[in-house]
């Protein structure tokens, strides 16, 4: 399995932008579907974003459509969450994961989770 790590998260305004980005290690990096998930104090872990394989596919959280934008460059090992107009809702510790499957909003579909990485947004 790859191994996650994420990185990039921080404090930010409301409005203000932010990218996170995760590097796995391994050379099987692009067998493997992306996810981001992300967990705010007292809720329940959600779903974020994903991207497939080969980035033909990506799938997105409601509450983040046309805001967020998942990528990745398989050259570099390295998937990125580009965050845009950000919101104080948006707080959470972020986490990135790998999947052996195809691409998934699921977390039991994902094998290999990092560490996690906080965002934090001031009104």
Do not use: H
């Amino acid at each position: 399995q790859v191994q996650p790590v994420e990185s990039g998260g921080g404090l930010v305004q409301a409005g203000g932008s932010l990218r996170l980005s995760c590097v796995a290690s391994g050379q099987t990096f692009r067998f493997y579907a992306m996810g981001w998930f992300r967990q705010a104090p007292g809720k329940e872990r959600e779903f974020v974003a994903a991207i497939s394989r080969l980035s033909d596919t990506t799938k997105y959280a409601d509450s983040v459509k046309g805001r967020f934008t998942i990528s990745r460059d398989n050259a570099k090992n390295t998937v990125y969450l580009q965050m845009n107009s950000l919101k104080p809702e948006d707080t959470a510790d972020y986490f990135c994961a790998a999947s052996q499957l195809y691409i998934s909003s699921r977390p039991r579909d994902f094998g290999t989770w990092g560490q996690g990485t906080q965002v934090t947004v001031s009104s």
